[in-house]
C-alpha cells in the first residue's frame, strides 16, 4: 500500500510547506501518495466514483499552509453521503456517511429516526459498522431539536448532525503493505447499509446548506 516514504513526505512537507518545496518535490507526492491512493480507489469502484482532493488549499480567504498536510480520498460521495480515506501524520482515517448535511437533510434525517421502522434500520446499519471497529459519530447538539422532546427515546440520534461512522488508525507498518487495502475495504464494506440508509432515507440537499 502507502509506502513508508509517504509518512517522510508528510514530516518533510510539515516543515516546508510551500509551493516551491511542493513543486520541487511534486513526482514524490505523486508516486508516494497519489499512486498508491488510486491503486485503493481501482480495489472499491463497486462503492462508486473516486475523487481525490487537489493538494493546494485555497488561501485567498483563510490563514492556511498553501499545501494540504493530508491526502483525502472521497468514494462515491454524492448529495446524500459516501466513503471518505485520509492519510496523515493523525494516522490513517476511514469513514462514511454524511458529513455536513444541509438543514433540509437534517430534518428528513431526524424525521426518520422519530419513525420507530426506519430508525430500527438505521440502528442495524450502525451496528454493522460498529462490528467492524467503526465508530459512530457523537451528537453534537446539547438540547434536543426543535420540535422534539427532551425525553424522545432516540434522543442521542437526534442530537448527532454528522451521521457518520469512522475510524483512525494510527501510522504502524502494516500501513505499508498488502493488509492496508484489505482493512480499508473491509470498514468501508460495513459502511455499505448506513449510506444506502442515507440514500434512502435523506437524499441530497433541496438547497446550500446553512
Known amino acids: 500500500m502507502w509506502p ?10 510539515e516543515d516546508n510547506n510551500d509551493r516551491d518545496w511542493f513543486k520541487a518535490n ?9 499512486e498508491p491512493a488510486k491503486d485503493l480507489a481501482a480495489q472499491l469502484t463497486h462503492l462508486g ?5 487537489r493538494p493546494y488549499n485555497d488561501t485567498r480567504f483563510h490563514m492556511r499552509p498553501p499545501i494540504k498536510e493530508q ?3 472521497a468514494i462515491g460521495y454524492g448529495g446524500a453521503g459516501g466513503y471518505y480515506v485520509e492519510l496523515s501524520l493523525d494516522g490513517l482515517l476511514v469513514a ?3 458529513h455536513a448535511p444541509a438543514s433540509d437533510q437534517l ?4 424525521a426518520a429516526v422519530d419513525d420507530g421502522r426506519r430508525a430500527a434500520a438505521f440502528e442495524r446499519a450502525l451496528g454493522t459498522a460498529e462490528a467492524a471497529g467503526l465508530e459512530t459519530a457523537p451528537p453534537e447538539l446539547k438540547r434536543a431539536p426543535r420540535g422534539y422532546p ?7 440520534r437526534l442530537r448527532m448532525r454528522e451521521i457518520t461512522v469512522y475510524r483512525r488508525h494510527s501510522l504502524e507498518p502494516w500501513l505499508h503493505t498488502p493488509e492496508c487495502q484489505t482493512r480499508v475495504r473491509t470498514e468501508l464494506e460495513s459502511a455499505r447499509p448506513l449510506v444506502a440508509w442515507l440514500g434512502k432515507n ?9
Not at 26 to 34: A, K, Q, T, W
Not at 49 to 53: I, R, T
Request: proline share 10%; charged share 30%; net charge neutral.
Open 71 to 73: 491526502l483525502g480520498l
Open 202 to 210: 435523506v437524499g441530497p440537499p433541496q438547497h446550500a446548506a446553512s
Open 150 to 156: 427532551i425525553d424522545h427515546p432516540r434522543i442521542e
Open 4 to 13: 513508508p516514504g509517504a509518512i517522510d513526505f508528510l514530516r518533510e512537507l
Open 49 to 53: 466514483e473516486p475523487h481525490m482532493f
Open 107 to 110: 430534518s428528513r434525517y431526524r
Open 26 to 34: 511534486r513526482r514524490r507526492y505523486d508516486s508516494d501518495l497519489v
Open 96 to 98: 462514511a456517511g454524511l
